[in-house]
């Protein structure tokens, strides 16, 4: 039987990411986003979950460079679980999004700081930042 684990999310952090390195060197960050559900019982505010996210490598860096408190991403990736000892000797579960791709949801004239970068995607093999033209006049587009 075939399995698919895959989550999209767009939420906004709760907190600024931070870049943290392994013993061999390689990136990480872990954070959470909150999630406004899409419905609300009648006469009461919306609810939000709040979602555990970690990213490694290329894209632990990318979330860290361009993403602050407060900011909209959309997360791509998958589900993973997993058990560990506490300290006080109790067995911890944790339910959370490993994140495969990270990118931006607002219009850059929808954020509050001064900076246009791409999408990043963990399949990336390119380090240079890929260029793109604006186009001044849309009316000949069919959309």
């Known amino acids: 039987m075939a399995s698919l684990n895959?989550?999209?999310?767009?939420?906004?952090?709760?907190?600024?990411?931070?870049?943290?390195?392994?013993?061999?060197?390689?990136?990480?960050?872990?954070?959470?986003?909150?999630?406004?559900r899409r419905y609300a019982k009648a006469g009461e505010q919306s609810q939000?979950?709040?979602?555990?996210?970690?990213?490694?490598?290329?894209?632990?860096?990318?979330?860290?460079?361009?993403?602050?408190?407060?900011?909209?991403?959309c997360i791509c990736g998958s589900i993973q679980?997993?058990?560990?000892?506490?300290?006080?000797?109790?067995?911890?579960?944790?339910?959370?999004?490993?994140?495969?791709?990270a990118t931006f949801v607002e219009r850059k004239n929808d954020r509050t700081d001064d900076f246009k970068a791409p999408a990043f995607s963990s399949d990336d093999k390119t380090e240079a930042t890929p260029k793109f033209d604006e186009i001044a006049d849309d009316g000949d587009l069919p959309f």
């Open 81 to 101: 679980t997993r058990t560990y000892d506490a300290a006080d000797g109790t067995k911890r579960y944790v339910t959370e999004v490993v994140a495969d791709e």
């Open 6 to 36: 895959k989550v999209i999310l767009i939420g906004h952090l709760t907190a600024d990411p931070e870049l943290k390195q392994t013993q061999t060197g390689v990136s990480v960050t872990s954070f959470t986003i909150g999630v406004t």
């Open 48 to 73: 939000s979950d709040f979602i555990s996210i970690v990213a490694w490598r290329q894209t632990a860096d990318f979330i860290c460079k361009f993403f602050k408190k407060g900011n909209a991403i």
